[in-house]
């Protein structure tokens, strides 16, 4: 099977502007998740979606959104960039249940100038 | 809430050299526990994880964890690493949909 697929791998952009990134799951998992990492913060939980549904959302701004699309792909959009926004976003697929394993892409690296 | 300490940012070792990175959890119910490695440049590759059963868990490349329910641990040890092995290793335990990661340990591997 095909890993998970992030594209941009990398992107550079100006402060306050938009972007989205894309995320394509193994085939027939159903659950993606997005991370940020971060020297300074880590490895953090954006959101997760299940079946078009975001089940749950970590803590950052409005600015941060995301969807899933009936075949599982996901997208996630940061709007009004900030130089705080340049990271790693990483995209994550699962089965299903929480306790699966989360399998990871090669992330899209974001610098915001 | 649920959290993750790892309290080593960096580990220097010689090749050929057993290696024990350590993982705190906190937690009140059930965890699922896992490690990752990341290779510079490179997303998050699972090691091992932890989600019932024998406490002991192994990779396939010599790498093992025991959880370890009345210490809240699950520790990560390789008995003679190699200079492929230099990369950072992150924690995480399982809650909700989402991972909780620790800040990672740096493992540096040196011949």
């Known amino acids: 099977k095909a890993g998970v697929t992030q594209t941009p791998r990398y992107l550079i952009k100006t402060r306050g502007q938009q972007v989205t990134l894309s995320c394509s799951p193994i085939?027939?998992?159903?659950?993606v998740s997005w991370y940020q990492q971060t020297p300074g913060q880590g490895l953090q939980f954006l959101f997760e979606?299940?079946?078009?549904?975001?089940?749950n959302k970590g803590n950052f701004p409005g600015r941060f959104s995301g969807r899933q699309f009936s075949n599982s792909r996901s997208e996630m959009n940061v709007s009004t960039l900030e130089l705080g926004d340049s990271a790693l976003y990483l995209c994550a697929s699962s089965l299903e249940k929480s306790q699966e394993t989360q399998y990871f892409g090669p992330g899209t690296r974001l610098l915001v100038l | 809430a649920q959290s993750v300490t790892q309290l080593d940012s960096q580990v220097p070792v010689f090749e050929e050299a057993p290696v024990e990175l350590r993982c705190n959890y906190s937690s009140s119910v059930s965890v699922y526990l896992f490690w990752y490695v990341q290779y510079p440049n490179q997303g998050l590759q699972l090691l091992l994880k932890?989600?019932?059963?024998?406490?002991l868990v192994e990779s396939i490349n010599g790498f093992e964890a025991e959880f370890n329910k009345s210490q809240t641990s699950f520790h990560l040890r390789k008995p003679s690493v190699h200079i492929s092995d230099t990369a950072e290793y992150f924690c995480?335990?399982?809650?909700?949909?989402?991972?909780?990661f620790g800040s990672g340990t740096r493992l540096l591997v040196r011949p």
């Open positions: 995480a335990v399982s809650s909700s949909y989402k991972l909780i």
């Open positions: 979606y299940f079946s078009e549904t975001q089940r």
């Open positions: 085939s027939g998992h159903r659950s």
């Open positions: 932890y989600l019932s059963g024998s406490t």
